[in-house]
């Protein structure tokens, strides 16, 4: 055996008779996939070779993903000029001009530092964004090249994404089509920032189309502006339910959704749960950037995504932005975006916070169409997981634990030691503070 874990708990136990708080040994094989796992045995001796991991209980789970990043305009906030208005709007011509002065390295340097983040804190499986709209494709080749850098122990898709749109901008669908030619993993498309509601709808015929040409996925930055008129998400779910990409699309943002009234919401739920496209919700970067332009009552700027939870439609919850013109901080912390999501969208429900959990794990895995017997804790699939030190997903959105262990393929990639605060309560000897200890 390459590796041992022994005592965890795990999520899914499918077809053990055993209950949830019970603990597991999960053994890995010298190939790099989980061999076996085990009801755990405190008398079987650990085994003489091999890395020996005890968990103590914590919480086994499969890495996170990360279903929604920018990576190409990560690390730029400020550059040339701050957003000083906090809009979409602005963040887009803070960028443009940013993107006249980008170098492979650039950009190869910024996106690399923020895996490596992520990487410390478990996220193994990655969607970035990278603009097309711009002739050099510099930042496209830049994160090709990154791509194969890091295919070993993490999965990145590159969405083509026009960020000044297909049709409005330059030449947008040939820069969309050549990037497509280069390697892009998926399609994207921005409907609502294009100059007409029928160019919008031009566009998305076109990604699909690029889409289905090439056999790729689609995720389109979608009505992500408070505009109630704003409606292309009913066109997206109608082109993926009338394609052959049913299951394989999906609508970004959304934030326009937060300002439909109930009638039209009704039929929305109904399409959208239909047509099998997936929903991602980006908390930090939709809190942040919409209802700037209204007086109070002032909009939470969020999709509906309880609702559409509850409709049976696949959510999850993205960083989107770190530290760029839409964002000036993050550090592609999921732990974190959970955690904004359960306030933004009101999660707070005792059987709604695993659901934030799942969203940045399972439902994000399903937006990237991650082959299920690859993402997991079964035997057979790839030994890449995460050791949390809590017990359940509520303890570990509730303490933002970041994970003990992060393995990738049977092999340790990243270690958070743990590192307690220590307390001079007056009257009290020095003690560690636990955060997970109740009087009562
Ligand atoms: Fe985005």
Redesign the pocket.
Known sequence: MRMIVRGARLLHTEGHERGPGALWDVEVGEDGRIARVLPHDDAKEPPATGVLIEAHGSLLTAPFVEP???LDTALTAGEPRPNASGTLWEGIACWSERKRTLTRDDVVDRATEVLRWQAAQGVLHVRT?CDTTDPALTALDALLEVRDRVRDFMTLQIVA?PQEGIVSFPDGEALLREAVRRGADVVGAIPHFEDTREDGVASLATAFALAEEHGLRVDA?CD?IDDEQSRFVEVLATLALRSGLRGRATA??TTAMGSYGGAYSFKLQRLLSRSGINLVS?PF?NLNLQGRFDAYPKRRGLTQVKEMLAAGVNVAF?H??VMDP?NALGTGNPLQTALVGVYAAQLTGADEIPEAFAMVTDRAARVLGLPEAEYGIAEGAAASFVLLPAPTPLEAVRRQVRPRYVVAHGRVLAENPPAPARLWWPGEPGSEVDFSRRPR
């Open positions: 929604h990043i920018h964004h994404f930055h992500e970004s943002h980006n970067a993205g989107d932005d839409w």
